[in-house]
């Protein structure tokens, strides 16, 4: 895809809107290509900031996929999944990671980065400590399962580089405002 910023998410979400439409017409409204494509939409319009309508796209790709190809369904995960994460919801965003991990298993990629916007939506809820138990284990199953060098390994490595920093200046005299200069004090 061409162009970045908005031009290029506006661009993304004008070609998921025609292929949305495309889909429906050849496909059916239900078909799981379709609701695929509804899914990839709603996160377009999330990223480019129709955050109220991407919520309702989700809860309509959710409550189509629950039906047609059930709650177990790998294919109904991504849509719980990005719905939780707009929700920044522990509680949602736990539910699907169990769901995760009892239907693809702990290292598979969608387990990894639902683990992931666990860890994200406790750091959004203040609760850090939790977030990091949650971050390091998301980093251990991503190094075993795909490897040192996978992306998804580099950018939990990443998220939890970033939650000890953050803790680091939540917990020490040198915090936010702190000065971090040394001086010589007069004899």
Avoid: F
């Avoid at 919520?55 to 939780?84: C, K, M, Q, Y």
């Avoid at 965003?93 to 693809?104: F, I, N, P, Q």
């Avoid at 992931?116 to 990091?132: I, K």
């Avoid at 980093?139 to 040192?148: E, H």
């Amino acid at each position: 895809m061409q162009g970045t910023g908005a031009s290029g998410l506006e661009r993304a979400v004008g070609l998921y809107e025609r292929t949305l439409a495309e889909s429906e017409l050849v496909l059916g409204p239900e078909h799981p290509r379709t609701l695929l494509v509804r899914n990839n939409l709603a996160d377009a319009l999330s990223q480019s900031g129709e955050c109220e309508r991407a919520v309702a796209l989700w809860e309509s790709v959710i409550g189509d996929a629950r039906r047609v190809l059930g709650d177990d369904h790998p294919d109904t995960l991504p849509a719980r999944s990005n719905l939780a994460r707009a929700h920044r919801s522990v509680e949602a965003t736990e539910s699907v990671l169990a769901d995760c991990v009892r239907v693809l298993g702990p290292g598979h990629p969608r387990t990894l980065t639902t683990r992931r916007d666990l860890a994200r939506a406790h750091r959004a809820a203040g609760a850090l400590p939790e977030a990091m138990a949650v971050c390091e284990r998301a980093v251990r199953d991503s190094t075993r399962k795909l490897g040192d060098d996978h992306p998804i390994t580099r950018t939990m490595r990443g998220e939890l580089a970033s939650l000890g920093r953050k803790l680091v200046t939540m917990t020490t005299p040198y915090g936010p405002g702190a000065s971090h200069r040394v001086g010589r004090t007069a004899d």
